[in-house]
């Protein structure tokens, strides 16, 4: 793909992310599925996605990566960070409370997107962002509160789910300013390098086991990495070239629609009430933002 042309058409867009979406959604299922610590889960998540591009990439976005001034290689590995704590946090989120409320918090990094990119980058919105993002965070307000008072695990699980939505901002702010420099193939190949390199410094400081997993839990490992990985957020990257951050990064609030609908399907969590009316508060903060963003088109 020629990133060089002119714009892309809003609805194409908004079809990948769309399809990123979906593809997002498969990961807490999925996670769920491995057998094995959080840290080596988003080890091979990361490890299998980039060898995924090293591997697809054209030379000429080999070259593009090779070229890369040191400034920006410094800003890429910055991003793979934030993304490894991303997922450090998120997904060890899931061990200690639900698909819904995991989800639905890991997805409120569009509150830190906003602050970072009015403050930060310097990119202006129009209200209707700033009504969605409410909607989206009163919606998943209103999904947590049913949790509130069930426990330790739980609030531990909603803290590190809140601290995953913490990196994710920071990981999309850095995405839109390289966004703007970078093609995605090698965008994504630097910043997914660099978070599998420091998530393995993490499995090997706490020692835990590489190998000694099944052959399905590989199997699940690969497809973690395909589907919301390569897929998923490779959807979102692309986004951020023809998007503002906050926008790309609300779509994302479609997630914990799809994620908990499949936990329904395949662990037979329930879908309250609550949990209905809260996404759909979100969905709603959602379709918002997007329409915010075809006004400025």
């Known amino acids: 793909m020629n990133e060089t042309n002119p714009p892309v058409a809003m609805n194409r867009v908004m079809a990948v992310l769309a399809a990123g979406v979906v593809a997002v959604s498969f990961a807490a299922i999925l996670i769920r599925w491995c057998a094995a610590p959080p840290l080596v889960i988003a080890f091979y998540r990361l490890l299998f996605a980039s060898l995924f591009f090293w591997i697809t990439s054209k030379r000429a976005n080999l070259t593009q990566l090779h070229n890369l001034p040191v400034k920006t290689l410094r800003w890429g590995g910055l991003a793979g960070i934030a993304l490894a704590m991303h997922f450090a946090t998120w997904i060890t989120s899931l061990n200690h409370t639900s698909v819904a409320n995991s989800v639905v918090l890991v997805a409120t990094s569009p509150i830190f997107v906003a602050l970072g990119a009015r403050f930060i980058l310097g990119e202006t919105a129009r209200p209707l962002l700033y009504w969605g993002l409410l909607l989206a965070f009163a919606g998943a307000a209103v999904i947590t509160s049913q949790e509130a008072d069930s426990g330790n695990n739980s609030l531990l699980g909603n803290l590190l789910a809140l601290a995953g939505a913490l990196f994710a901002g920071i990981y999309f702010l850095i ?18 390098s660099a978070a599998a390199i420091i998530l393995l410094l993490g499995v090997l400081i706490m020692r835990l086991p590489l190998f000694d997993y099944s052959w399905q839990t590989f199997a699940t490992f690969l497809a973690l990495a395909l589907i919301p990985q390569v897929i998923g957020h490779t959807s979102f990257n692309w986004a951020l070239k023809h998007l503002s951050a906050p926008t790309v990064s609300i779509a994302l609030l479609g997630e914990p629609i799809g994620a908990s609908l499949l936990a329904f399907f395949f662990f037979k969590e329930e879908l309250g009430t609550t949990t209905m009316f809260g996404g759909s508060l979100t969905l709603l903060g959602v379709a918002l933002a997007i329409f915010s963003e075809r006004g400025k088109a």
């Open 175 to 192: 995405g839109r300013k390289l966004r703007q420099e970078m093609d995605t193939a090698p965008y994504v190949t630097l910043c997914y």
